[in-house]
């Protein structure tokens, strides 16, 4: 089965500062990627997704990630976050042909400082 | 936007009783549903994938005779927690499979609570 992995664990930012979360993951087949976000209190909700064309995907609330098939990596990016963004943020994979069943990392848990 | 419905959000029991928690797609058919635990603080961790007429497929670990699973029709999946103990208490998601597109959405979560 596929892994994924989130390299930062706890990100701490101040208001307006842009935002690169990092996300790997291991399985040679067609994958779907996702971002999902859990406010506090919150159940997860989908930022963006990447199925097929264009590498660069923009979601909502600004937040963008770009595939790059040669590196497995589908980072998450942000140029200006806002207080608002405090949550945990998810990265996600679903491996096509193999039972489509989705892994996630671990999470990375982001705190913006007003 | 799809919605998936999972009921109840809180449930609280004793040892040794069974927990049924339902997962419903609202608005659209799934054809997979898939069964998460949380831990605090932690990632979600897939226990089982579960399509609708067949048996569910259980991940390593995760014993299927604790965990009951049944997708009986493309719009509903439970989950049983088969003689619960303190250690299953923990935070149930459920996601659904949009039948035509394959998107996820997810349900609110189910929180256990075995005393």
């Known amino acids: 089965a596929q892994s994924v992995s989130q390299h930062n664990h706890h990100v701490i930012l101040s208001e307006a500062a842009s935002l690169e979360l990092g996300c790997n993951y291991s399985?040679?087949?067609?994958?779907?990627l996702f971002w999902y976000v859990q406010y506090p209190g919150q159940h997860l909700q989908l930022l963006l997704k990447y199925f097929s064309g264009d590498p660069l995907v923009k979601g909502i609330k600004g937040f963008e990630a770009e595939f790059i098939k040669s590196k497995f990596s589908f980072n998450l990016r942000k140029p200006s976050v806002q207080w608002s963004d405090t949550a945990e943020y998810f990265c996600a994979v679903k491996a096509l042909y193999n039972n489509n069943d989705m892994r996630f990392g671990a999470g990375t848990r982001l705190t913006v400082k007003p | 936007g799809a919605v998936v419905s999972q009921h109840p959000s809180w449930v609280i029991c004793k040892s040794g009783t069974s927990v049924k928690i339902e997962c419903r797609s609202l608005d659209f058919q799934a054809t997979t549903m898939f069964w998460y635990r949380q831990f605090p603080k932690q990632s979600l961790m897939l226990m089982a994938t579960s399509n609708e007429g067949s048996k569910a497929t259980y991940e390593q670990g995760v014993e299927k005779d604790k965990f009951l699973i049944n997708h009986a029709s493309l719009t509903l999946s439970t989950l049983t927690v088969t003689s619960a103990h303190p250690e299953d208490s923990s935070f149930y998601i459920c996601?659904?499979?949009?039948?035509?597109?394959?998107?996820?959405?997810f349900g609110e979560g189910s929180r256990l609570t075995v005393l």
């Open positions: 399985y040679g087949g067609t994958v779907n």
């Open positions: 996601s659904a499979s949009m039948l035509n597109t394959g998107e996820l959405f």
